[in-house]
C-alpha cells in the first residue's frame, strides 16, 4: 500500500468535489432548509394554539363567571340568561364548543359540575377547563371561608424546580439539562445525517468511476485499496469541511444574536422584561442571559468527532462496497435497504435516549457499533455515561471498523472491474471468498 | 531479451476458466499483436499482464520483475473500455492520472502541455472533458495513456469505435513508438485490421493460446497456398470448387485457401470457364485464414510454428 498513492486519489476527490457547484449550494441550502423547516414546525405550532374554543357559563353562583373572566376573558362566555334548551341546541349546531352549568353545590363541593359538549376540543380542552375550574372554585371557598391574607398566599404561591447540578469536583452549577439535551440530539442528528449524506455520495462517486469506464485506466495504476482509503479520506475531508463551515457559522451567529436581540428590542421591551423579572419572583421566566449559549465542554466535542470519524468510517466502506457491486445507481435499491436499517434503529433510539439515557434500550443502543455514534453522542450529552461504556464502544467500533473494511475491500476489489450487471447476494459472498 | 515474459497463467472466475496454461514472450521493440475472437481470453491475459487482476497461477515478468505496483508505472494501457472523469477538466485530469503513474506535479503538467500541444489541443486544457466530442475525448485517452512515457504500452481492442481519422493517428503514433525502440502488445478481434503492424502474434482461442511467433515465420510455415482473385461474371463457380475454404467473398473477390495441395491451376481453368480473371495471385494466407486453419478443421500443432 503506498500513502503516495492514497493521498493523490484523496485530493482528487477532495479538490474537484469542494469546488464543485453542488457542494457549495448544499452548504448554504441545507441549513436554511434546517432553519425553514423549524421556523415552519413553530409558526404551525404558535398559530395552532390560538384556536378559538368558546365554552357557555351559565353561573347561578354569580361569582364563579366572573373570576372564570379573570383567568380567560376569552374563553368563556355568559350564557346565564339562555334556557337550558337552547344551550343544547347551540351545542348540536356546534355554535359552541360546550357549556357548563355552575350551582351553589358545586362551590361547597357537594356535587361536581359537569361539562356538557359535542365531543370538539380533545383533551387539552377538558384539562384546561377542569384547572380553571379547580381554581375557580378554590378561591371563592378561600375567600367565603374568610382565611388571613396569608393562608391565601400560601395557596397562590407557585413552585417551580429550580435545577442545580452537582459536578464530580463539588461545583454547583446551573443544571443546563435541556439545553444539553438539544444539543446531544442535534449531535446525534448531525452524525445520522452525515453517514447517510456522505455514504450516499461515496457510493454514488464509485457507481460514477464505473460507469465512466475510467476505473480500468485507475486501477492500472492504483491498487483497490488504495482507491477505497482515498475515496473515504478524501469525502471525509469533505464532510469535516462542510460541518466546520456550519459549526463556525452557528457559534458566530450565537455570539452575535444577544446584542442583535438587544438592539432590536425596544425599551419597552426591555421594561416589561425587568418587571416581569421582579414580579415572576422565583418563576424562571426570563433569564437575561437567555440569549447566549452555555458553555459546552470541550470532552464533549473531542468525542462529537471521535464518533463522527468512526462512524463515518464504519459506513463509508459499506456504502462504497455497495457502489461497486452494482452496475447503476438504479440498482442500489435491495443493498441501500439493509445498510439504512441499522441506522435508522440507531435514530430512533436516540430519542429514547433523549428521554431516558440510562435506561437498558439507550445503553444497549449506545454499545451496538452500527447504532452507538448516533446514540451514545446524544447519551454523553444528556447525562454521566461511565467510561468504561464510553471506551468499549470505541473499541467495538474500532473492531466493526476494521472488519466491515475488511470485507468491503474484498467486495470493491472484484466489483470495480464487473461490468454490466448488479451483483446479487451469492455473487458477493462468493467474492468475499475469493 | 523478452520484455514482457507470460509463463503457464491461469485464471478462473467461477466455473468458467478464462485463461488456460498461457505463455508467451514479448520481445523489446515489436509490436506484438494478441488476436483472437471476443471471449477468447484476451482482454484477462492483458488485466493478469497490468496487475489489475492476479493470477491463479503461472507468473509474469516485465523487464525482469514479477508484476507488482512498481511495473505498473513501466506501462502505458488503454482499456477496451475506455473513459474518463466526465466533470474534471483536461489538464487537471490528465496531470492527475500521470502522478498517479509516479510522476512529479511538474513533470506531469509539462509532459500533458506537450502533448496537447502535439494533437494541436492547447486550448482544451481547460475544458471538461463532458464539452468535448467523442474524437476529442478519444485523443485526451492516447495522451492519457501514453504521457508518462513508458517503454511499454499496451492498448485492448484499440481501432473499436475510433473514428478513421484517429484510427490512422493511433496507427501512426503506434509504428513511431516502435520505431523509438519502445515494446507495445495490443489485442484485437479484427486481424485484417492489424496484419500490417505486427512483428509477432499469438492467437488466443477459448483461453488458450494456440498459435504464436514472429508473423513471417508463421506465414512461411503456411506456405502460398491461397490465392487471391478477382473476376468479373458468374460467381457460381465459387461453389463448385472442392477441397477448399473461401474467406473474404465479395461478388467480385474472393480469397480462396487450397486444401490437400490440389493443383492451382485446375482453379484457374475452372474459374476461367465460368468468368472473365483480371487477377490471379498465389499468396501467404491472411491472418483470418491462419486462424481458421488453427482452431479448425487442419488442428496444426502450435508447437510446430513457435
Redesign the interface.
Known sequence: M?LH?IL??LK?EYM?RIR?KAFILATILIPVGMIAFIGIVIGISVWDSDTDRTIGIVDQTEVLYPRLTEISPERYEDFSKIPQDSLRALVQEQEVDGYVILNEDHITGNANPEFVSGGSGGLGLQQTIKSDLREVIRNERLARANVSDDVQKIYESQITLEMRKLTKEGKETDSDTGFMTVVGLAMGFIIFGSISGYGGLITRSVIE?KT????????????PIELLLGKMGGIGALALTQLTIWITTLIGLGMAAGPVAQMFMTPDMKENLANADQAAQASPALDPEIFSIPPIDASLIIYFIIFFLLGYLIYSAIFAALGSAVDSEADTQQYMFPIMVPIFIGYFIMFRAMENPDGMLSIVGSLIPFCTPIVMITRIAITDVPFWQIGLSILLMIGTFIGTMWLSAKIYSVGI?S?GKSANWKELM?WIKE | MAVIEVQNINKSFGDTQAVRDVSFEIPKGRIFGLLGPNGAGKTTAIRIINHILIADSGTVTINGMKVSSETQSMIGYMPEERGLYKKMKVGEQLIYLAQLKGLSHAEAKEKTRYWLDRFEATDWYHKEIGELSKGMSQKIQFIATIAHNPDIYIFDEPFSGLDPINSEMLKEIVIELRDKGNTILFSTHRMEQVEQMCDEICLFNKGRAVLKGNLRNIKQKFGKNTINIEFEGDASFLDKLEDVRINNRSTNFAEIRVLNGQHMQDILKTAMDHAEIYKFERVEPSLTEIFISTVGEDNINPNELG
Open positions: 503506498s498513492q493523490l486519489v482528487r474537484t464543485s468511476e465512466n469506464r475510467i476505473i480500468e485506466v485507475i486501477a492500472s495504476s492504483v491498487k472491474l461490468y462468493k
